[in-house]
Each structure stands twice: as C-alpha cells, then as structure tokens.
C-alpha cells in the first residue's frame, strides 16, 4: 500500500510541476483528498507557520520593491558588478548570495541577472559560467538567511537544541566555501565565448553584434524619495529578527501550558512569530514613512511570486507530511539503520525530496522532523540543511529559466536529456561542498 501511496505522491509532484506556479500546490490537495477519503489517512498539520512567514517575508520586500528600495540595492549591486567585469564570475554569485541571504528569498535576485549576463558579455566571458554559478549562490543563501522560511522551519524543529545564532554561524560559512568551490569549478567552464560556434553565428547578424556591444545604462528615473528610507527599515528590522534570535530573553515568556500557534510549550514565542511580527510592522513603517500604497505593493512582482509560493508549499507539503506521518514506521525501519552508521546519507534523502519539490522550506518541513526521529544530531541536521537546494536538477525552476532567458549569447543552456544542463555542475559542487563543510564546522564549533 505504502508504494501506492509514494507513487500517486511522485505523480503529483511531477504533473504540478510541469503546471508551474499553483499547480505543485493543487495536485497536492488532489493527492491528500485521496489519502484521506480512499485510504482514510490521519492528514497531518498544515504548515500554517512556513505559509506565514513567506507571506510576511515576501510582503514586506514588496513593499521594499514598491518603495524604490529594491532598485536602489540594484544600482548598488551594479556598480560592484561592472567594477571589476573580468571578475563577473566570482562577483556575480557572492552579489545573489548576499542579496538572497538579505532578503530571505531568490526571487530578488531577477534584477540581478541581466546584468550579470551583460557584464559577462561585454567581456567576453562566457555568460553560462557567471549565470549559472549565480543561480545556485541565491538559493544557497536561502539557507543562510535569518529571515527565510526554510530557516525558521529549521530553527521550529530543532527547537530547544539549535538557536539561529548557532545555525547561522555554520550555514554562513558553509555556504560561501560551497559557493567559492562552485565558482572555482565555472571558472573556465565551457568554450570562450569568442570561440563558440552559437556565439559566433548570433555575431553575423549586424543588429545583434551591435546590440552586445551597445550601453544598456540609459537614462534612468530618479529614486522615489524614499528609496534609501525603506532600505534602512528593512536593515533594522533584520537586524531585530537577528538580535531577538541571539537573546530571546528579549520576549515575555508565558508559562508553561500556554502554547498556541505563537507560543511554544514552554511559553516562549516562536522565532516563526518574531519573523512574522518584525516583518510586517516593517512594511507598515516603509509604507507611512516612504508614501507606499497597499496597491503598490499588491502589484509587485515579489508580492506575485510570493502568493504562488504560499499556495505551492500549502499543497504539497500538506499532502507529504501527511505520508510521512502515516508511513513513519516504515521509512524509519528503512533508513534507520544506514543514517544511524552514516548520518551524511540522510542529505541525499534532502536532496532528492527537495529536487521534486521545488522548494527549500518546503523540503526542511516535510523530512527534517523524520531526522529528528532518527536520532541525527541537531549539529548534523544543521550541516545537512544545505542539501535542501536540490531544486535546480530539473531546470523549471524560474531563476534557471529567467537566466537562460536573460543569456543572449545561448551558452546557458537546457540539455538535450534536461538533466544535463548549465547550472547541474556548479550545483552539485556548491552543495556537495557545503555539506561537507558544514558537518567540519559543526564538529569544530
């Protein structure tokens, strides 16, 4: 029965994610009214507290983008990148990484891209090796960031074991040397750009040649006034998330026996709830003090990708966890054993769940708390998070896509057999390594 039920998940991971946006979420609510009406299966807890948290997050970075302060980090970022151009291989992934670690999630890193490919064009350096290196540093960075979901899921389910201090202090690191192992792997990946067959018949064109060589930097609008405002807002409000994470005695504690969907047994409020609170009543002060309207907001694009993702990862993780529980005993028999002799295998079961479902917070809620039922130490669970960015192996994630679109040269690239495509080598490098030096760090420290 258990490979009836594993199978109609895989198809629901596979049908949604050819849907794109919504459809994970959807054919995972079809999927769970089965489990529950055919094979009356106990559902599990919706991840209400994941959901929030990207709603709150994403909201108050679109409230960022509506204030003009998204663009003005990217005026920033740009002066970086066009800086040292002949570097665009080793800037490009540290600027997304820091971007993405800033503001919790990869999607802000779409402004960044097409100036990554055209720095890296311009130069003459394959745009393939600064893109697709950059594409994996921002979803690294997820799992380096104070404010992302995966992060305070994380932190919910080692709760009492692992601080966000304690997290950060290993993913950060760990992270970066993956980062630094994928860039050195991309380096001189594939043919120079002055020498590859598709670059060379795109030059023939005159208006193409022209275009590659053209300055993009047109005239651009002022900043809205308070551009450089909400950016200090968003600054202090990090800030806060981090310094409350360190000190928690900062927080009224409770009592015992006064848990609720805020508060944990102990009485104690939730890193999830402090991340939620911070979060929103920073995009109220940006909102009063930067002139930013409700509307504006509703029609950013961050605020757009964000809803996708709420209802992406209410679906989906709703129908795994709701497996998970059901099976526990099963998959616990079956991979008790090896992760007990080699913990470090369990990041393969990470990598593998997350390559399906398209999502870091997504992953760490369905299968990390099957780790803690193993008995894996909350030091090794830490090392291991990095292994939850495994959704680049199929390219539909849309920073792939974006840039792939954004390489007018054609050297990023989907493969023939989709698999081998421009972002699965500096992929399994970065994380590979990173792995690896997160279980060195939390043995170090």
């Known amino acids: 029965m258990i490979w009836i039920q594993f199978l109609m998940l895989l198809a629901a991971i596979v049908i949604g994610a050819r849907m794109k946006g919504i459809g994970l979420g959807v054919m995972g609510m079809v999927v769970l009214t089965v489990y529950i009406l055919l094979f009356r299966m106990r559902p599990a ?78 130069k003459r350096i394959r745009p393939e090796r600064a893109l697709s290196v950059s594409v994996i ?9 104070p404010i992302s979901a995966a ?31 994928g860039v050195a792997v991309c380096w001189k990946k594939g043919k120079e750009l002055n020498e590859d067959p598709v670059f060379l018949e795109k030059m023939k064109d005159p208006a193409f040649a022209a275009s590659i060589d053209t300055d993009t930097r047109a005239a651009r609008a002022p900043l809205p006034r308070g551009a450089k ?20 005695q900062l927080l009224p504690a409770f009592g015992e026996g006064s848990s609720n969907l805020s508060v944990d047994a102990k009485g104690h409020i939730k890193m999830a709830s402090v991340i939620e609170l911070v979060m929103l009543a920073a995009a109220a002060i940006i909102m009063l003090l ?57 990041s393969i079961a990470l990598f593998i769940l997350s390559a399906l479902l398209f999502s870091q917070a997504a992953t760490t809620k369905a299968l990390m708390p099957l780790g803690v ?61 990173a792995v690896a030096a997160g279980f060195f760090l939390a043995g170090v420290l």
């Not at 993913?171 to 980062?179: D, F, R, V």
């Not at 090896?338 to 913990?343: C, G, K, N, Y």
């Open 137 to 145: 540093a921002s979803h690294l960075g997820i799992t380096a960031s």
């Open 229 to 248: 405002t909400s950016v200090v807002i968003f600054t202090v409000a990090v800030i806060l998330i981090v310094l409350i994470g360190s000190f928690p």
């Open 45 to 122: 807890d919706p991840p209400i507290d994941v959901m929030l948290i990207i709603l709150a997050v994403v909201t108050t970075a679109a409230t960022l983008q509506a204030a003009g302060g998204m663009e003005y980090l990217v005026r920033l970022a740009e002066k970086v990148l066009r800086s040292k151009p002949s570097l665009i291989v080793l800037l490009g992934p540290l600027v997304t990484y820091v971007f993405t670690v800033f503001a919790g999630t990869a999607h802000i890193t779409y402004s960044l891209l097409p100036i990554i490919a055209e720095v890296a064009t311009k």
């Open 290 to 346: 930067c002139k930013t309207t409700p509307a504006q907001v509703a029609s950013a694009s961050l605020f757009n990708a964000g809803a996708q993702a709420v209802v992406s990862i209410f679906g989906v993780v709703w129908m795994s966890a709701t497996f998970m529980q059901t099976n526990t005993g099963v998959i616990e028999h079956a991979l008790g054993e090896m992760v007990r002799m080699a913990p470090w295998t369990f």
């Open 373 to 433: 039922t193993l008995g894996i130490l909350p030091a090794h669970m830490v090392a291991m998070f990095p292994a939850v960015n495994g959704d680049f192996v199929l390219p539909g994630y849309p920073t792939l896509l974006a840039a792939i679109n954004f390489d007018r040269t054609g050297s990023t690239y989907i493969g023939k057999y989709l698999v081998n495509h421009s972002f699965m080598v500096p992929g399994l490098v970065s994380i590979g390594v």
């Open 151 to 181: 992060t305070a899921a994380l932190i919910s389910i080692l709760h009492g074991t692992i601080t966000l201090p304690g997290l950060l202090k290993i993913c950060i690191p760990a992270t970066l040397i993956g980062i630094l192992a």
